[in-house]
């Protein structure tokens, strides 16, 4: 297992993060996983037991309940507390009242409270906004991480699902004031979804934030499972809630290419998709969930696979993004 720093900050993360979106099964989580305490205890197990020291879940999976059973699988492993980087998220909707989502100052203090308490820790390593709130203040909620860090509840702050302005208007507020600066950007990434190349990978890479990929087989399609006429693996999520979307044609013009080099190594085609996004200079971590140990051990053995500079490009061709604007215009002025 690799390891590297977690954004501009000295702490080290493996190149892997487990999800725990699988555990629990509560409201519509159900569709997604349901794995129960000693299943989960197992992954966990497992995936310490490999070297992977980080792990990431949220406020909403399974309604609490995967925080809840995240926190007593960390105990039941034998492992200590130190030897977790722990991550939640707090934005979704965990109640009925008005305030009961988002992220003003108020909510983040409630639902830090709330995933402490079901955590069974006391202090959390990396705290992260889970959506864009577009009534918020970026100030507010900047202060309010900051706030969590000084009183020893936080060690590290991010956010998830933001547009690069919004990130860098966050760094610039932290900077101004020295406040908590956001680490990390959790975001969706796959070599069938690419679009955060264009302005997101850039500014990562310019101000030293942290890429945690989540769904880096695009919701289970880069599998290999799949065929372009519609079939799909009994009970796959994919098919329910199609999600995250893709261009189809080129999600599996990706999969043709990657076939073949799967076939050479005697390895899964999930196992090429990831080493690919594993490639990529400005990805930190790969969230990968799992639903039994097995699933998870394919998915950590991306880390032994090497693609050659053939192949990447090959990859690269064959995903590339339609060109944008201004993009284009750039590039064609760069070439003059």
Same mark, same amino acid.
Not at 229 to 233: L, V
Not at 317 to 322: E, H
């Given at each position: 297992m690799r390891y590297t720093p977690l954004g501009n900050t000295g702490l080290m993360v493996s190149e892997f993060c487990l999800g725990t979106m699988t555990f629990g099964g509560r409201g519509l989580w159900t569709a997604i996983? /349901? +794995?129960e305490q000693s299943v989960a205890d197992g992954i966990v197990a497992s995936a310490l037991d490999a070297g992977v020291n980080f792990i990431d879940? @949220?406020?909403i999976y399974s309604e609490g309940l995967a925080e809840q059973i995240t926190g007593q699988a960390i105990r039941n492993s &034998?492992? $200590?507390r130190t030897d977790v980087v722990l991550a939640t998220k707090i934005f979704g909707t965990v109640g009925d009242g008005p305030n009961d989502r988002g992220a003003s100052r108020a909510h983040i203090m409630d639902g830090i $409270? @709330? /995933?402490l308490k079901r955590l069974g #820790?006391?202090?959390i390593d990396l705290y992260q906004v889970h959506g864009l709130d577009q009534i918020t203040p970026v100030e507010e909620t900047v202060r309010a991480l900051d706030d969590l860090v000084r009183q020893g509840h936080v060690r590290y702050v991010g956010v998830s699902n933001w547009r690069a302005w919004n990130v860098m208007k966050a760094l610039g507020v932290a900077d101004r004031y020295g406040w908590a600066r956001p680490a990390t950007l959790q975001a969706y990434y796959s070599i069938a979804g690419r679009d955060l190349e264009r302005e997101i990978a850039p500014l990562l890479l310019s101000e030293k934030v942290g890429l945690m990929v989540w769904s880096p087989l695009a919701g289970g399609l880069l599998s290999g499972k799949y065929s372009r006429? &519609?079939? @799909? %693996?009994a009970g796959s999520r994919r098919i329910e809630f199609d999600f995250p979307p893709v261009d189809r044609d080129r999600a599996f013009n990706c999969i043709d290419a990657m076939r073949p080099m799967a076939e050479a190594r005697d390895v899964s085609v999930a196992r090429i998709a990831l080493a690919y996004v594993l490639a990529k200079p400005f990805v930190t971590s790969i969230i990968t969930g799992a639903k039994n140990v097995a699933q998870l051990e394919d998915n950590l053995a991306a880390a032994e696979i090497q693609l050659s500079d053939e192949e990447m490009? #090959? +990859?690269d061709?064959? /995903? @590339? +993004?339609? %060109?944008?604007y201004p993009g284009w215009m750039i590039k064609v002025q760069s070439e003059e």
């Open positions: 996983g /349901s +794995l879940t @949220a406020d &034998g492992f $200590q $409270q @709330a /995933s #820790t006391d202090y006429d &519609g079939k @799909a %693996p490009e #090959t +990859l061709t064959v /995903s @590339a +993004l339609p %060109p944008e």
